[in-house]
């Protein structure tokens, strides 16, 4: 890796806007080992689809046995089949960073184990993120609110505020009220909860987000406050009971408020499009990000962040990226999922779209372990894909390296305004009177992000 390009890419800061990384106090409670560190991440779905039985992954990653070679060896022939894959590709780079192994068998995790330094130490997860991967800052997704109180007075850490359970028409009421204040008991009120919770958040969240293609359609409908009000009162009276048809109601509707607000507050609203995490429950059906045109179209002064490149739906994406100005993609999780297709779509996106609405990378993990492989193994396929243009002659190599440097710090600093949030976060840290407040969106979280209990 001798050129200006490779080197760059290989050494730049990176952004990273999609983690769900491990609040500090879980991820010190975690007591991980090797096994966790390297594999407690979306490889163990590879493994499943590839025949491992369950049992043997649980026991992959249960850290109250130490017999780490019998660990391993038993999802050893799964592993084999799913070495090519992206998932098995970006824990070979993390096994070699982190722990030197240059070919991982039984015996080497074994000696490996033996040595690491790797403890779960006060700041580890902030050194393994920010002095390894070298990521100039995350972009956290905790699944659920409210925000924990670790996000003042720091600026690596920022955060989205999820909204899937109001995009999801089953909005967790008693929670908004306990953070806004606001009794909800129809939909006018239910309206001036969004509000409070918006106004409360804005300046300290980087963006909305929410994955409710994993429980419903990403197709949205307009519907009216009628409509809206009479789904409401099912939700209500019937709780989880709701009819289906009430849900999507009730969904779409919130979906639609959120939207307008993410517009008048300039918050990016990311969603969930494309394959599942998990494995035996994904419905096609749901996660085409066509569904979001209609939606997308209704609210043009709102930037909609489209997630993942809609695996495997991605030319869609650029479609979508190309013909609307409010629409950007987001490669988090792309490239382990398929890195020759993530590389490929690069090039379709760069020959078809505005690059300004091209976001490059996001772990998508919860360990900090996992995240190291996951942005060496972007980097790679980043440096490849962008090495290919420049010996066809698409870019030089000063251009390759200035788009390189504008895809991975510039573009994300500026379209999330990572300086004002991160004034913000720094001014409310040292504000007592804001921490104190009854009603805030922080709290001290009761839950790992593990279990959010959502998706
Ligand atoms: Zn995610």
Redesign the pocket.
């Known amino acids: 890796m001798t050129d200006d390009l490779s080197r760059f890419v290989a050494q730049s800061p990176l952004c990273s806007t999609?983690e769900?990384t491990e609040f500090e106090r879980f991820y010190q409670e975690s007591r991980r080992d090797i096994l966790t560190h390297l594999f407690d991440n979306y490889v163990i779905h590879d493994l499943f689809s590839a025949g491992a039985n369950p049992q043997s992954i649980e026991a992959l990653l249960d850290t109250s046995n130490p017999d780490i070679e019998n660990r391993f060896k038993a999802v050893e022939t799964a592993w084999q089949r799913i070495r090519m894959g992206g998932f098995a590709e970006a824990v070979r780079l993390a096994a070699f960073e982190l722990f030197e192994i240059e070919d991982i068998s039984p015996e080497s995790l074994r000696r490996s184990s033996e040595t690491t330094n790797l403890v779960d130490s006060p700041g580890e997860r902030l050194r393994l993120l920010r002095d390894v991967a070298n990521l100039d800052h995350v972009q956290v997704?905790p699944n659920r609110r409210p925000l924990p109180l670790e996000m003042l007075g720091q600026i690596f850490f920022h955060y989205d505020l999820n909204v899937f359970d109001l995009c999801n028409g089953t909005p967790e009421l008693s929670e908004l009220t306990e953070i806004t204040g606001e009794e909800v008991h129809s939909i006018s009120s239910l309206a001036s909860a969004i509000e409070r919770l918006l106004e409360r958040s804005h300046k300290y969240v980087v963006a909305l987000k929410s994955?409710h293609a994993y429980k419903r359609t990403l197709e949205w409908t307009e519907r009216s406050d009628d409509e809206a009000a009479s789904a409401l009162d099912s939700w209500l009276r019937l709780g989880s009971n709701i009819s289906e048809a009430d849900r999507l109601c009730l969904g779409d509707w919130c979906t639609s408020f959120v939207a307008r607000l993410a517009g008048t507050y300039n918050l990016p609203f990311k969603l969930h499009t494309g394959l599942y995490g998990g494995n035996g429950f994904m419905n096609l059906n749901y996660i085409s990000a066509r569904h979001l045109s209609r939606l997308v179209a209704r609210h043009t002064s709102t930037r909609f962040l489209l997630m993942h490149i809609a695996y495997p739906y991605s030319d869609e994406l650029i479609a979508l990226v190309k013909h609307y100005n409010n629409v950007a993609v987001d490669m988090c999780?792309a490239w382990c999922i398929n890195p020759v297709h993530a590389s490929e779509f690069v090039q379709r996106f760069i020959h078809g779209a505005p690059v300004n609405k091209l976001f490059i990378f996001g772990g998508?993990a919860l360990t900090p372990a996992a995240t190291v492989g996951y942005a060496l193994q972007a980097r790679r396929w980043l440096a490849r894909c962008l090495r290919r243009e420049v010996s066809e002659g698409f870019l030089t190599e000063k251009s390759g390296v200035d788009l390189a440097g504008f895809l991975m710090m510039d573009n994300p600093k500026d379209y999330f305004d990572v300086a004002a949030k991160s004034a913000a976060l720094l001014a409310a840290g040292s504000d007592t009177a804001f921490r104190e407040a009854r009603y805030n969106p922080f709290r001290n979280p009761t839950k790992s992000i593990r279990n959010s209990g959502r998706s």
């Open positions: 999609h769900h997704d994955q999780w998508d």
